[in-house]
Structure formats: C-alpha cells, structure tokens
C-alpha cells in the first residue's frame, strides 16, 4: 500500500491527514507529482517509452517522475523517481515550478536534471518503461499528441 500526503491548494501539506494510492482524493486535497526532465550536457534530452501494460501504454514521455511517498519532500521525491526509473543520480536538480491540476487533484513540480551520465547506461525500471531514446528539442518538438504522453511536456522544451 503506498501512502501520501495531502496538500492543499497552497502545497501545504495538511496534518493528519493520509491518502493512499487508488483510493478517491478527497475534494479540497491534492497529492504530489515529481517530473524530471533529463538533458544531457551535449543538448539531448532523455526520452523513454512507457511500458505497453501502462496507461499510455507504448507512448514516449520526456519526464521521469511519480507521486511523493508520505513524508517526501519534493526533491526527494525527484532524486528517488529519477534514480528508480533511469539508474541516474543527480544531486544538482534545478526545481523549474510547480502546476496543479484541479481534475488530477495532483500538484506536479517539474525538475530539471543536467547530466554527464554515459548515455547508453540508463537502467529502466520493470513495469514502468521498456525503451529510452537521446533526442535533440526540436525532436520533441515534432512528436504529435499520439507520441507523446502530455503536450505540456513539450513546453518543458521551450522553457529550458
């Protein structure tokens, strides 16, 4: 069982209170979302392939991410997702904002990682994803709403 925090709308965690991983969030109440943008000090950016079980399934995303354990603070949250999904640990992560989705109920705070890693040393995580890929921005750019899992992602590229 995974369990979260709660945050109101001004990302303050509220006391007492817990959520647990599908079950409905409560109206007033959001939980937290970790992005990290991957760029390689060459200019490319890390794409990776969801995994086909997954929702989205066998679509690509330019972040890796995922929801704040109970406890997390956002750039723990990010550290742990961004070495869970791509092997990389990055202790220079460049907070970029935050978004809140109403209909989500979801607060996302996007990261930026840059990165000397070897590039063919990316480790991806069972279950979550099954392909990874080096792509320049204007690739990202180019990849239509049926390639890639959110446009907003794509604004990630214009803001970097």
């Not at 409560?26 to 939980?31: A, T």
Request: aromatic share 8%; proline share 1%.
């Amino acid at each position: 069982m995974e369990l979260w925090d709660a945050y109101d709308e001004s990302f303050n965690v509220i006391d007492n209170v817990t959520l647990v991983r599908g079950q409905a969030i409560p109206d007033g109440m959001f939980h937290l979302v970790c992005n990290i943008a991957v760029k390689h000090i060459d200019g490319t950016y890390l794409i990776m392939q969801r995994d086909f079980k997954k929702h989205f399934g066998g679509m690509w995303e330019l972040t890796a991410g995922g929801s704040a354990l109970k406890g997390e603070t956002p750039i723990e949250c990010a550290k742990r997702e961004l070495k869970e999904e791509t092997g990389i640990i990055c202790n220079c992560l460049q907070e970029l904002g935050a978004v809140t989705s109403n209909e989500n109920k979801t607060i996302y705070v996007d990261f930026l990682c840059v990165t000397d890693c070897d590039k063919k040393s990316i480790i991806l995580q069972e279950g979550e994803t099954v392909d990874f890929r080096w792509v320049s921005a204007n690739d990202i750019k180019k990849l239509s709403s049926a390639e890639l899992v959110t446009k907003r992602m794509q604004g990630f590229i214009d803001e970097l």
